[in-house]
């Protein structure tokens, strides 16, 4: 029989293929999970959420568009979302989430704390924050998110030479 010099070299490929799959989930292991709620007052709250923390999967947030700005290709730049969940009446049924890379934008928390579970709506949330959303279909209702533009200059490997 001939010699498949492929076969020789499979458990390399292997190792290879391991090491590049962990190093494309490294940048989820660079986060400080500290997702936290926060109360604001007896009837109002929302989450700060990091991107790879139990919490994502707990709020039911595993599809969040929210872009990482470790991401060697994108050199900084990233989003963080603002999520809304909504029955299917269009009436926010639990308190906001803010998934979010680095400090928490006050900008964004301030209008956050704006909104009541069981009482705001859609349409309001639309009128602080625009139609600019993507939609997430869920049995119970449906979930709003808006993508945030980021940069961190500290993630930026283009300029350094």
């Known amino acids: 029989m001939w010699e498949r010099p492929w076969c020789r070299d499979f458990g390399l490929?292997?190792?290879?293929?391991?090491?590049?799959?962990l190093l494309g989930f490294s940048g989820c292991a660079a986060f400080v999970d500290d997702s936290h709620p926060v109360q604001l007052g007896s009837r109002?709250?929302?989450?700060?959420?990091?991107?790879?923390?139990?919490?994502?999967?707990?709020?039911d947030l595993f599809d969040a568009p929210w872009i990482d700005t470790a991401d060697r290709m994108r050199h900084g730049y990233g989003a963080d979302v603002l999520a809304f969940r909504f029955n299917s009446a269009g009436i926010l049924t639990a308190p906001p989430a803010y998934i979010v890379q680095g400090p928490a934008n006050e900008f964004y928390t301030r209008r956050l704390a704006a909104f009541v579970p069981n009482k705001s709506t859609a349409r309001?949330?639309?009128?602080?924050?625009?139609?600019?959303?993507?939609?997430?279909?869920?049995?119970?209702?449906?979930?709003?998110?808006?993508?945030?533009?980021?940069?961190?200059?500290?993630?930026?490997?283009s300029s350094r030479r």
């Open 44 to 59: 109002t709250a929302f989450y700060i959420v990091r991107p790879c923390s139990a919490m994502i999967q707990q709020l």
């Open 124 to 157: 309001e949330v639309e009128a602080m924050f625009g139609r600019g959303f993507s939609l997430a279909r869920r049995p119970n209702g449906l979930i709003y998110y808006y993508t945030l533009p980021v940069y961190n200059p500290a993630e930026d490997w």
């Open 13 to 21: 490929m292997k190792t290879i293929v391991l090491v590049l799959l």
